[in-house]
């Protein structure tokens, strides 16, 4: 292990499972919060001072005035969006750290959002359950080799090489899905307007965060969505577009993965999703009901409701090994106060077999179903917990269980949401 100053925040879910908090939590002791991947489908709340706070795009980190905030080159952007987002953060707080963008980043134009809202609602029954906010397609350019980056603002034929990519977005989608796009001259001013607005925080960021790490400082990379969302190694078709897992860290902000010292896994005391896909614990019962309200489980940014589930340890064990997480962090572990019982799944069935592995197809996956193992719950309120030691046995004993299951070190746990609420049970920085 080297002695680098790096630590990497991933859900190792489906997604949200409280990286904001987590993030803005480690931030505080940060030099630099870099997220990697994703664009502003990504919604991350975070409160504190009895105030709630959401970002899209924007690292967590930008709370704190002493953190450099990156956006790295394995982003997509909206830069309407990021100009907004930035203004919005600006008059939320007094003090607020400072934002650099990949010049490499790929730009989210308006088209793909249209292309993003055809494409699916084209689908009919068989949805994905995107955001509709183009990253899909914006994705799809970056590997097409017809993508806009941010440095390519900065160019001087960039209004005529734009003007070819805009042309072809225009005949694709009246041929494909009979759709107008906005005219070119108004798409182009709007970007360039924003872009002026934005152009001083365009960097190489990759030689930034290479260099605050050989000068050894701390830094936090942020991830987006969930393991379980990986365009690789979650469970496609119903995944995000790109490499969400920790296993893109170093791709994503432009580094060597050498540098990577640490990587946590967040996770949630049970499991949720959003959208479609398989889900074997899914709870659709008055205990999942209770859970959701309980836990708020409605979308950061869209408010769509979350299904809910007991706590995948098959998924969890997956997504430990295509993330390379060397330790969990569980939160939202009040939640579950007042359960009798407790459930996890460490098994599924799949054609009358028992097997311990994630299937690689979609119709397999949906065929499954959980096996359980159980544990008495708890009664009593936990959110003024402060140490291990406080919470009840029955809650000491979940952790412990899932410690064993998944056979990662549970190095913390939440009780609440605002920052006050954490309780580390061993450095993790």
């Not at 203004?87 to 134009?109: C, F, H, M, P």
């Not at 359950?129 to 080799?145: E, L, M, N, V």
Request: proline fraction near 3%; include cysteine.
């Amino acid at each position: 292990m080297n002695n680098f100053k790096t630590l990497v925040v991933v859900g190792s879910q489906w997604g949200d499972e409280g990286k904001g908090k987590i993030t803005d939590y480690f931030s505080q002791q940060t030099n630099v919060v870099v997220r990697f991947s994703g664009g502003d489908n990504a919604g991350h709340q975070i409160n504190f001072n009895g105030q709630k706070h959401k970002v899209r795009i924007i690292p967590s980190g930008i709370f704190n005035k002493n953190v450099i905030n990156i956006i790295g080159n394995g982003c997509v952007i909206n830069l309407q969006q990021i100009v907004d987002e930035f203004e919005l953060i600006k008059q939320s707080v007094k003090d607020y750290g400072t934002l650099l963008i990949s010049n490499r980043a790929q730009l989210v134009l308006p088209y793909h959002i249209q292309i993003d809202t055809a494409q699916e609602e084209a689908k009919g029954d068989k949805k994905i359950g995107t955001t509709k906010r183009g990253i899909g397609p914006a994705y799809q350019d970056k590997a097409s080799r017809i993508g806009v980056r941010l440095g390519d603002l900065a160019i001087p034929n960039f209004k005529e090489r734009f003007k070819e990519i805009h042309s072809y977005q225009k005949d694709f989608l009246k041929k494909m899905y009979n759709i107008e796009i906005e005219d070119f001259e108004t798409t182009y001013n709007e970007l360039i307007v924003n872009y002026e607005k934005i152009k001083e925080h365009v960097i190489d960021t990759g030689e930034y965060i290479e260099a605050a790490i050989k000068e050894g400082k701390k830094v936090l990379f942020e991830g987006a969505q969930g393991a379980m969302l990986d365009i690789d190694h979650g469970t496609y078709p119903f995944v995000t577009s790109s490499n969400c897992s920790a296993s893109n860290v170093a791709t994503g902000s432009g580094i060597g993965f050498k540098y990577i010292n640490k990587i946590l896994g967040v996770v949630k005391a049970y499991s949720t999703r959003v959208g479609a896909g398989g889900f074997p614990t899914e709870l659709l019962n008055e205990i999942g009901d209770g859970i959701r309200e309980r836990g708020n489980e409605y979308g950061a940014n869209t408010k769509r409701p979350r299904r809910v589930g007991w706590i995948d340890a098959v998924a969890l064990r997956y997504a430990i090994r295509t993330s390379g997480i060397d330790a969990l962090f569980i939160t939202l572990l009040d939640v579950l106060s007042g359960l009798d019982e407790i459930k996890i799944c460490n098994k599924y069935l799949l054609n009358g077999r028992e097997i311990t592995n994630m299937p690689a197809t979609t119709e397999e996956y949906e065929q499954c179903e959980a096996l359980y193992v159980s544990t008495p719950g708890w009664s009593e309120d936990i959110t003024g917990v402060t140490s291990f030691d406080e919470l009840p046995d029955a809650a000491k004993n979940y952790i412990k269980l899932i410690e064993k299951i998944c056979e990662v070190d549970v190095v913390g746990f939440s009780v609440g949401p605002d920052r006050t609420q954490t309780v580390l049970l061993d450095q993790v920085f």
